[in-house]
């Protein structure tokens, strides 16, 4: 038996025996009530709980809010990280808005959470200028 080509829902190519997992997410501004766009996103792995973070893939919301093209954690991944830049956006609405300030409450929005081999992880950011949000999406 031999494996063959697939895509993921990112549109990474791999074997179908490829177990790795995945990880897609999306920003949506629950102020303004619509998706956010141009959030700087990092994905991070890391193979063990006490392990060091390792820096896999940067990438930025679509006008969508969605974050396409993340890949493939490596294997041996427990562990993975989503870092949201959202001061900029968070910045720019308050002054659209007549803020003073002019800054953001949280400049960022990290969120860790556990993986297993051969599952797929959409974990949504649900966001406004003094809260936010995140779950496991479907």
Do not use: K, Q
Request: hydrophobic content about 40%; overall charge negative; proline content about 6%.
């Amino acid at each position: 038996m031999s494996d063959h080509l697939t895509s993921d829902e990112n549109g990474e190519a791999h074997t179908s025996g490829d177990t790795r997992a995945s990880v897609s997410t999306h920003v949506l501004d629950t102020s303004a009530g619509r998706p956010a766009a141009a959030i700087g996103v990092e994905l991070s792995a890391r193979a063990s709980p006490d392990a060091a973070w390792s820096v896999h893939a940067r990438a930025a919301t679509d006008a969508d809010g969605r974050c396409t093209g993340l890949p493939t954690l490596p294997a041996g991944t427990t562990h993975a990280r989503l870092r949201f830049d959202v001061g900029p956006h968070l910045a720019a609405s308050s002054e659209r808005a007549g803020g003073a300030d002019g800054g953001a409450f949280f400049p960022e929005v990290t969120v860790a959470f556990a993986v297993a081999t051969g599952e797929h992880y959409h974990v949504p950011l649900l966001l406004n200028p003094f809260g936010y949000s995140v779950y496991r999406g479907s």
